[in-house]
């Protein structure tokens, strides 16, 4: 029998701490005995759990004990048939997936829009990337989903392809026909893997989506730390099914990660997910009804108004725009200025996420403080919105981005980048896109909207800027 109320990862710490007598061991904090005077005030209730493989603690790259059975306890919460703990984000887990599944040279699906984490994989494992199109409304500029008979014509297109990588939901909450991915992906008999980052909490309410275990998805890689309620670099990787080996991926992620993982990270994943089925399911119920008399009140505005994305939706994300040429940058500036801190702006809309620790009353002054935003939106000097290009028509590369990458390369700036092909990732952050892509040319539409960007404050990674902007570009 499955106790769920147990957490015996964070019961394991609690023991240790309560019969220790004598520490000597790392880390050389030693509990927090030895630290920043001032710092020790804020750190010390965690530093007491920051111990090591020691005692009955068990060891996170060979679990036996009480962290193999806190991811038993995971699993079967999330409904997965194996779960493991990671301490280096969702990141980590797209690597070892990869890792696991390609060898070099051996071509692998991926949606165009996924995370940067998921080409550097591509790239570590020397795979080749076959890229799933971004479509775009044309009325609204807003990303369509994916269609899943693409995915079904390259597949048939790409025999040798070892597994099919998308996201879902989106950094903006959008979410994808799953399902329907899974079973055009398991008629070729290849795995999905879903980068489920922003998706810890669904399938634990019927407000929300099914997760994509629940969709049928052989890999879900979820930040445990951004929807539910573990500590920051804190994730779970969850897995079913036959077509992938849940063994290899904890060899690589051994490789990958820390020899010397973090037990208050580890353990609050323990909790989490302890809490999660204790309170979740009344306490998004809660949540939900709030949201809705927000969204209500929110209706009313003249000038901000709710971005509705294609497809399903998650509703503990909220994205705003507004009119009169003022963009997401000058909305999250404008209420940082009042201390409300949200979580991305973009060229166009800026994000709000709600969560488990969302109140009633924090709803109540951030939706007075945007009543007082939309009145002052006429008043905002317009920066002139400037349009998202589209992503470029992907020709898959005849090699992989890590050999695009070690070609000759020179570096020149960016406004003369027109037509010329970058060896970087260009990866406006957040949400961590990547806009170009190693093998891709630099299009002028591309050149203006990142000129915008960065003029108007975003930041963008891979442009260095020791004067002008410059982009590594092959020579």
């Given at each position: 029998m499955v106790d769920q109320n147990r957490a015996p990862l964070f019961e394991a710490l609690i023991s240790h701490d309560q019969k220790s007598k004598g520490n000597f061991h790392v880390p050389g904090h030693k509990q927090g005995r030895a630290f920043d005077e001032n710092g020790n005030r804020w750190f010390h209730p965690i530093l007491r759990l920051d111990l090591t493989e020691v005692g009955e603690l068990d060891d996170l790259?060979?679990?036996?004990?009480?962290?193999?059975?806190?991811?038993?306890?995971?699993?079967?919460?999330?409904?997965?048939?194996?779960?493991?703990?990671?301490?280096?984000?969702?990141?980590?887990?797209?690597?070892?997936?990869?890792?696991?599944?390609?060898?070099?040279?051996?071509?692998?699906?991926?949606?165009?829009?996924?995370?940067?984490?998921?080409?550097?994989?591509?790239?570590?494992?020397?795979?080749?990337?076959?890229?799933?199109?971004?479509?775009?409304?044309?009325?609204?500029?807003?990303?369509?989903?994916?269609?899943?008979?693409?995915?079904?014509?390259?597949?048939?297109?790409?025999?040798?392809a070892k597994a099919v990588v998308i996201t879902s939901p989106s950094y903006f909450g959008?979410?994808?026909?799953?399902?329907?991915?899974?079973?055009?992906?398991?008629?070729?008999?290849?795995?999905?893997?879903?980068?489920?980052?922003?998706?810890?909490?669904?399938?634990?309410?019927?407000?929300?989506?099914?997760?994509?275990?629940?969709?049928g998805a052989d890999v879900a890689i979820q930040s445990t730390h951004k929807m539910l309620t573990s500590m920051t670099m804190s994730s779970m990787l969850h897995v079913q099914g036959k077509?992938?080996?849940?063994?290899?991926?904890?060899?690589?992620?051994?490789?990958i990660e820390s020899s010397s993982p973090s037990y208050p990270l580890m353990a609050s994943l323990d909790l989490a997910r302890r809490y999660v089925v204790q309170h979740g399911y009344d306490e998004f119920d809660k949540l939900l009804v709030h949201l809705n008399h927000f969204r209500g009140n929110i209706d009313s505005f003249r000038h901000l108004h709710e971005v509705v994305f294609p497809g399903g939706q998650d509703p503990l994300k909220l994205s705003l725009r507004a009119g009169s040429?003022?963009?997401?940058?000058?909305?999250?500036?404008?209420?940082?200025?009042?201390?409300?801190?949200?979580?991305?702006?973009?060229?166009?809309?800026?994000?709000?996420?709600?969560?488990?620790?969302?109140?009633?009353?924090?709803?109540?002054?951030?939706?007075?403080?945007?009543?007082?935003?939309?009145?002052?939106?006429?008043?905002?000097?317009?920066?002139?919105?400037?349009?998202?290009?589209?992503?470029?028509?992907?020709?898959?590369?005849?090699?992989?981005?890590?050999?695009?990458?070690?070609?000759?390369?020179?570096?020149?700036?960016?406004?003369?980048?027109?037509?010329?092909?970058?060896?970087?990732?260009?990866?406006?952050?957040?949400?961590?896109?990547?806009?170009?892509l190693p093998g891709e040319p630099f299009t002028p539409e591309v050149v203006d909207y990142l000129m915008s960007v960065i003029r108007q404050g975003g930041n963008v990674r891979g442009i260095f800027q020791p004067s002008a902007p410059h982009v590594s570009v092959l020579k």
């Open positions: 790259h060979d679990p036996h004990g009480v962290i193999e059975q806190a991811q038993q306890l995971a699993a079967r919460a999330f409904q997965a048939e194996h779960t493991l703990f990671l301490v280096g984000g969702t990141t980590a887990g797209n690597l070892a997936t990869i890792l696991h599944l390609c060898q070099p040279g051996d071509p692998i699906i991926v949606h165009r829009n996924c995370h940067q984490s998921v080409f550097h994989a591509c790239i570590l494992a020397g795979a080749v990337p076959v890229y799933l199109k971004t479509s775009v409304d044309g009325t609204n500029g807003l990303e369509m989903p994916v269609d899943p008979e693409e995915v079904r014509t390259l597949l048939s297109q790409n025999p040798k959008m979410v994808q026909p799953v399902r329907s991915i899974a079973g055009v992906c398991h008629e070729f008999d290849v795995p999905l893997v879903v980068d489920e980052a922003h998706g810890a909490h669904f399938g634990f309410h019927p407000g929300f989506p099914l997760s994509a275990m629940q969709c077509r992938v080996e849940v063994t290899e991926i904890a060899r690589w992620l051994r490789m040429g003022i963009t997401g940058y000058q909305l999250a500036g404008w209420l940082e200025e009042r201390g409300c801190y949200t979580e991305l702006a973009d060229h166009d809309k800026v994000l709000f996420v709600f969560s488990l620790g969302t109140t009633e009353a924090e709803l109540r002054r951030v939706a007075d403080l945007l009543a007082e935003l939309d009145e002052s939106v006429p008043d905002l000097q317009g920066d002139g919105k400037i349009s998202m290009p589209p992503l470029p028509e992907s020709v898959s590369p005849v090699e992989s981005l890590g050999e695009i990458k070690k070609g000759p390369r020179e570096q020149i700036p960016l406004a003369q980048a027109v037509g010329r092909i970058s060896t970087e990732m260009i990866v406006p952050y957040p949400p961590g896109i990547p806009l170009i």
